[in-house]
């Protein structure tokens, strides 16, 4: 599964955003081959389409899909050169799918800032420094060993040999590797590597209760959003504290809690949803008497390893796929009209999934 890290510096709220994920957490029964890892927190991603469907088909059980947030506490200054934890964070940075990078924008006199005072701008650029001096380690690393091989004569590594050394320019600057102006031939030479700086990032901006209604208010929010619009990163204003309280409420409590604050989402929904389409994720959807479901696979997926993502066997076996489009079946009111007026179509293996497809696979064993 698709697995987006939680990093930022001590005491930015990290912990306390981890915990509002693992409070709200998913239905636990709906995912009983997940691994129990206490900085694993599993989420539902909100979608409305489930909730209609459910409408449309009564089952049993409906089953939103899930999201995946695992918590990297310990990133400190001088991580890249091994001081506090370092190097052990940075190993499991490079195993996710992209970052949620914490930046504390909440002013509280009694919660120490490790540099003395709220500063975004100062927390991101400490953050990156770490990350990109990571990367160039590792570039210089690999270097040593191209520089070697490609007397061979081997256009490949000659390839790769060419990127990195674009790549150590640039992180020696400070840019970080996404903003490095590699080829698409270039990045796939150099993806082993899985270099921290080619994630893609979403700055939580963290601000107290006070400005919870309205964060924009907070002028560090602002900040944070300069500097993740000149980075083409995300960002989602957040107040961690009060997440973890809403996290604790039943459902209609949660949605007059939020009515009270004049709120349409938690902004742990809203970040769920942001990460997801950071990670270029959609949701498809299989919908009958026993249950409704919502599956979530990368865009550009066809149709068998779509199959996959709920049986190996479906993958195997897949013969066709039958598929109506959400709003159709949503605008003809049930299966039968839907297909009665043509909505829905016999899709094969070439089939390239889009998001809201209501699928239904057939496949032999
Ligand atoms: P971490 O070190 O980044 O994991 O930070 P924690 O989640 O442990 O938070 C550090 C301290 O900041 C804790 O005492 C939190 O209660 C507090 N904190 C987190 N978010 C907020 C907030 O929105 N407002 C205030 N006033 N304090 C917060």
Redesign the pocket.
Known sequence: PLVTGIV????????????AITRAGAESANYPFCTIDPNVGVVDVPDDRLDRLAKLFNPQRVVPTSFQFVDI?GLVKGASRGEGLGNKFLAHIREVDAITH?VRC?E?EN?THVDGKVDPEGDIETINLELVLADLESVERRLERTARQKKSGDKEVAQEHEALLKLREGLAEGIPARRIGLSEEERERVRHLNLLTFKKVLYAA????EDAADPDANPHVQTVRRIAAAEGAGVIPI????EAEIAELEDEERRQFLEELGLKASGLDRLVAAAYRLLGLITYFTAGEKEVRAWTIREGTKAPQAAGVIHSDFERGFIRAEVVAYEDLIAAGSMAQARERGMVRLEGKDYVVLDGDVMHFRFSV
């Open positions: 930022g510096l001590p005491n930015v709220g990290k912990s306390t955003l981890f915990n506490a914490v909440f509280d919660i963290n601000v107290g209760e107040c961690a504290r009060l």
